[in-house]
């Protein structure tokens, strides 16, 4: 689409400037030198016409189309030969646009098939390789447009000899064989993009020499352009080449090899709309769902009082059916959503500790909070003004990696969440790459270790780590919140004078606001003063 106005202006310039030279008579009038394809003067036609065709193409231009009328003078060499063979006569022309075709462009301008299968055999460099194999499809067909802008061959100094050489020898040897009886002339009208050795086949009326005979071109064209492809996969190791000293060793890069890893604009453009339209089916799908949130107590040891809860995010779809929180936060974060997400939890969880309080009840609230929300100084606001309305019993907790975004703005979050009153907590603590620099750097109030160092914890170094976690939160003289405990045998191996707060399917599952107060109440309520 980068390309539309510029290529519409470009035409409009280029209609612009032929309808001003279409003024001059000298031009309208001059009338092209046909009698360079002359079909009675076939060497001398022929390798002007194979030699010119390449130049062309060297320089970008297609040589076919630009000489468009000197190869209709060919085909008619075709009508010419075929009227001939149908009077029973021999075919009076050898250069026609059959042979041309057939033994001259093999693969395309320049005889590229040859040049692939060279590239193939002779080249080591993978880049130079994969263009070759890349092409060799479509030179079976005659094109060559990804060799020549893909090694490339186009301004390409060091290939223009065997690109000028290899069509100019497979003239003079498909004319010499044809002259002299070997093969049959062309006397079928073929598109050049007719597939190799089927064309031969074909345009000489099937004759099996003409296949041997493109076959022999092919191999010779390959030993021509062999010395050449060596030459341009050598040249481009040695440009790229660093040898280390030190270590005996090079490093080497061909220079195709890094284009071939540069990112493809168009190929971008498709993954990020295939991107967006998976986003956007995922939310719609999500926009269908019933959101609520469930409570998980926090449970104090040894005294086995409930003393908070966590609040999870919990969603039903339209059947009624619950779904995962691993299969719905992705996607939102992938939407940006997680700001929207974060301002809702948090005003549920601050209408829940009200209808609570109504009932008589109390029990401190904690909710996960994005780095987003946190970073965003009008989310930060209004979050702020939420959590201010449950006079500091709705805390938040913050994951390590959010920590690790903007520091000064995070620092300023948390300053104007204490001063509200309410509790900040590290979640999931030592999972991150900076565990340790997040407790200088911030001013939390509480840790929350991760389940996995309670998992590992079966294992003699497992084990070792996680009493080296509790010993730091003892000397940090920070609340700690163990997460995922699940089994007796879990609970009974947390140890720590300071007294622990454990969290998980041991003491209960998360459960719904309803029942949270039975549940607490029947460990006797107790709060953090």
């Given amino acids: 689409m980068n390309l539309v106005v510029p ?22 009038q001059a009338e092209l030198p046909l009698a360079l394809a002359a079909p009675g003067s076939p060497y ?52 026609t646009s059959g042979l041309m075709g057939a033994f001259v462009f093999v693969g395309g301008a320049g005889g590229t098939l040859s040049l692939s299968l060279a590239a193939l055999l002779f080249c080591r460099g993978r880049g130079l390789r994969l263009v070759a194999l890349a092409s060799l499809p479509v030179s079976l067909l005659n094109v060559n447009e990804i060799l020549l802008f893909g090694l490339p061959v186009i ?40 597939p190799v050795l089927l064309n031969a086949y074909v345009s ?58 540069t990112p493809d604009p168009v190929e971008q453009a498709h993954r990020e709309q295939a991107r967006r339209e998976t986003v956007l089916a995922h939310i719609r799908r999500i926009s269908e769902y019933d ?47 997680m700001r ?83 509790k900040v907590a590290i979640d999931d603590f030592g999972t991150g790459y900076s565990s340790l620099a997040y407790l200088h750097q911030f001013d939390v109030d509480v840790i929350k270790i991760d389940r996995s160092f309670v998992v590992a914890r079966d294992d003699p170094k497992g084990a070792q780590v996680m009493d080296g976690l509790l010993r730091l939160c003892e000397a940090l003289r920070l609340p700690t919140v163990v997460e995922g405990v699940e089994t007796e045998a879990q609970c009974r191996a947390l140890q720590s004078p300071a007294g622990l707060i454990v969290q998980g399917w041991h003491f209960s599952r998360a459960l719904p606001a309803r029942e949270v107060a039975a549940f607490a109440r029947g460990r006797e309520i107790h709060q953090f003063q």
């Fill in 44 to 95: 001398r036609s022929g390798v002007l016409l194979a030699a010119l065709n390449s130049v062309l193409w060297f320089f970008g231009i297609h040589g076919y189309y630009a000489m468009q009328p000197f190869f209709q003078v060919l085909d008619q060499a075709v009508v010419l030969n075929a009227a001939d063979a149908a009077a029973g006569l021999a075919p009076r022309h050898a250069l």
């Fill in 340 to 422: 929207e997400v974060d301002l809702w939890v948090a005003g549920s969880a601050v209408q829940q500790h009200r209808q609570w309080s109504e009932q008589g009840f109390a029990l401190p609230i904690s909710i996960n909070v994005t780095g987003a929300t946190l970073t965003s100084p009008g989310h930060c606001e209004r979050l702020v003004k939420i959590l201010a309305r449950a006079g500091g019993q709705v805390g938040i907790e913050i994951t390590e990696e959010a920590l690790a975004g903007d520091v000064p703005a995070i620092r300023q979050a948390i300053a104007r969440i204490h001063a509200i009153g309410s």
């Fill in 7 to 28: 290529g519409i202006v470009t035409a409009a310039l280029l209609a612009a400037v032929l309808a001003a030279l279409a003024q001059v008579p000298a031009l309208t």
């Fill in 155 to 194: 301004l390409n100094p060091r290939l223009l000899v065997p690109f000028v050489a290899v069509p100019v020898l497979n003239l003079a040897l498909s004319l010499a064989a044809v002259q002299a009886g070997w093969v049959a002339a062309a006397t079928v009208q073929l598109p050049f993009t007719m």
């Fill in 291 to 337: 959101f609520h949130l469930e409570y998980q107590p926090q449970v104090a040891l040894p005294s086995g009082r409930c003393t908070g809860c966590e609040a999870l995010l919990r969603a039903r779809d339209r059947s009624g059916a619950s779904q995962p929180p691993g299969t719905l936060l992705p996607w939102l974060a992938e939407a940006g959503l």
């Fill in 204 to 261: 000489t009326g099937g004759d099996a020499a003409a296949v041997l005979l493109q076959v022999l071109l092919v191999g010779l064209g390959t030993l021509v352009y062999a010395p050449y492809i060596r030459a341009l996969d050598q040249a481009g190791r040695e440009e790229n080449a660093i040898h280390l000293r030190a270590f005996d060793t090079t490093f080497t890069r061909l220079p195709e090899e890094a284009a071939l890893a």
